[in-house]
């Protein structure tokens, strides 16, 4: 078995969780390569000297499983190149919240259970981003979490219409919208006022955020939907799409942002058998 081990520098400060787990996972004959998940400008961080790192694309073609070290986001991240070689992803938590990590810092013991395959593979949805500016597609992404159409700093709200198969459902002034899985649907759609949905369930979440519309509510699409967001006229406002917290893609009025379900499919490893609402009365502290 061989595992890729991808820790946050920033959150896993001297690599001490990822070296830990790789000493117990090289004890019971796991085969262990140290991967940084993105590029380490210069002396901005003080890395083990000993450690030689490792190209994550080159070692995902060959791996078995993605060890990932840090929050939500560093999980984020690293699904799309895990994903990309059907490798399943198990994180370890070191941020606040961590909904998407299998394990706390402190459980870091249970990884020897991995030898011995007493694990599980959850698979969770995605969903393919793209925006449309006359017609043509001029940006793509795939969300494993959300995409966020927002408003810029000046608070002005943006005019909305919400499709589903090109059928009109909705259209509201508001600060933006989300659309997200149901993976997402604990992070920025639940802060929002949207639904908790299991998240292995199949659904698209469409939550409007501050709308100023009495009828502007969250709801569940089916998982073979078209979902569009169609922007208003723009007169001196700036609105942005984020995928997943990434880069904000600086949208136009008249842009078209659609979502419907992926092909791709993200593998999340699970090995305490906690069940999701354990999780969530842990994390949030009661539903």
């Given at each position: 078995?061989?595992?890729v081990l991808s820790p946050n520098p920033y959150r896993d400060r001297g690599l001490k969780a990822a070296q830990a787990a790789e000493k117990i996972l090289r004890s019971v004959?796991?085969?262990t390569v140290m991967c940084l998940p993105f590029p380490v400008e210069g002396g901005s961080l003080d890395l083990p000297k000993h450690i030689r790192f490792k190209n994550t694309q080159e070692e995902l073609k060959s791996a078995d499983m993605l060890i990932c070290f840090g929050g939500d986001g560093t999980i984020l991240h690293a699904a799309k190149d895990a994903n990309a070689c059907h490798v399943p992803v198990l994180g370890v938590n070191l941020g606040s919240v961590g909904f998407m990590a299998e394990l706390e810092q402190g459980e870091l013991s249970m990884l020897s259970r991995l030898?011995?395959?007493?694990?599980?593979?959850?698979?969770?949805?995605?969903?393919d981003v793209v925006v449309r500016r006359e017609g043509k597609i001029i940006y793509s992404d795939l969300a494993l979490n959300d995409a966020a159409v927002t408003k810029g700093a000046v608070a002005r709200v943006v005019d909305l219409e919400v499709y589903g198969d090109k059928v009109l459902i909705s259209s509201f002034s508001a600060d933006g919208v989300i659309i997200s899985t149901p993976t997402g649907s604990t992070a920025y759609s639940m802060s929002a006022g949207?639904?908790?949905?299991?998240p292995t369930a199949e659904n698209i979440i469409v939550t409007?955020?501050?709308?100023?519309?009495?009828?502007?509510r969250s709801f569940v699409l089916g998982r073979g939907r078209l979902l569009?967001?169609?922007l208003?006229?723009?007169v001196?406002?700036?609105?942005?799409?984020?995928?997943?917290?990434?880069k904000a893609f600086r949208l136009n009025g008249g842009d078209v942002v659609e979502a419907r379900e992926s092909k791709s499919k993200t593998q999340l490893v699970r090995v305490t058998g906690r069940t999701f609402y354990e999780i969530l009365n842990h994390k949030l502290g009661g539903v």
């Open positions: 078995m061989k595992v004959g796991v085969e030898a011995a395959g007493k694990y599980t593979i959850e698979s969770r949805m995605m969903l949207g639904p908790i949905v299991e409007p955020i501050c709308p100023h519309a009495l009828s502007a569009s967001v169609k208003g006229r723009m001196r406002k700036t609105t942005y799409l984020s995928v997943d917290g990434g």
